[in-house]
């Protein structure tokens, strides 16, 4: 029998619906897709750090 992460009991569709509408009355409509891009070009940013950071990390083979 698999579980989901509803079964678990961290976030249910009620919990889902409150938090989206908090979200809607604290910024507004309008700011959300703003919101959204910022948190996507910080993800970006990260992975692209994270990324360097691994090839500064590897060993260089022309030895």
């Known amino acids: ?3 989901t992460v ?3 009991g961290m976030f249910g569709p009620t919990q889902i619906v409150l938090i989206v509408v908090a ?18 070009k910080g993800i970006k940013e990260f992975k692209d750090a994270t990324n ?12």
């Open 1 to 3: 029998m698999e579980t």
């Open 6 to 8: 509803f079964e678990v």
């Open 23 to 40: 979200v809607i009355l604290l910024f507004g409509a309008k700011k959300i897709p703003e919101l959204m891009k910022g948190v996507g």
């Open 52 to 63: 360097e950071d691994d090839k500064d990390n590897t060993p260089n083979k022309s030895n």
